[in-house]
């Protein structure tokens, strides 16, 4: 599962820097291959198909992309 390849290659990233590249192609390998695996399952694929089927809808109803959707409330309220 990806959530034990990503903290794997984040660590192997933060010890080597620059040079991650060339050092951490194991970890960037295993991360792949678990994410490769994640997006080819057709129910995360599905769940993310009515995900953006709702917000595309919700843009064309408000024309507010999602990121610029959530609203600040007054610190008085």
């Known amino acids: 599962m ?3 390849a990503l903290p ?4 192997c ?6 040079m991650m590249v060339l050092k951490c192609r194991e970890e960037n390998a295993a ?9 080819k399952d057709p129910v995360f694929f599905e769940q ?4 953006y089927i709702q917000e595309k ?5 408000t024309g507010i992309p999602a990121k610029n959707r959530t609203q600040k409330l ?3 309220m």
């Open 2 to 4: 990806a959530t034990a």
């Open 31 to 39: 991360l792949k291959e678990c994410l490769t695996a994640h997006y």
């Open 13 to 18: 990233c933060r010890e080597t820097g620059f």
């Open 74 to 76: 007054p610190a008085s």
């Open 57 to 61: 809808l919700e843009f064309l109803r």
């Open 48 to 51: 993310c198909k009515q995900e």
């Open 8 to 11: 794997a290659f984040n660590h």
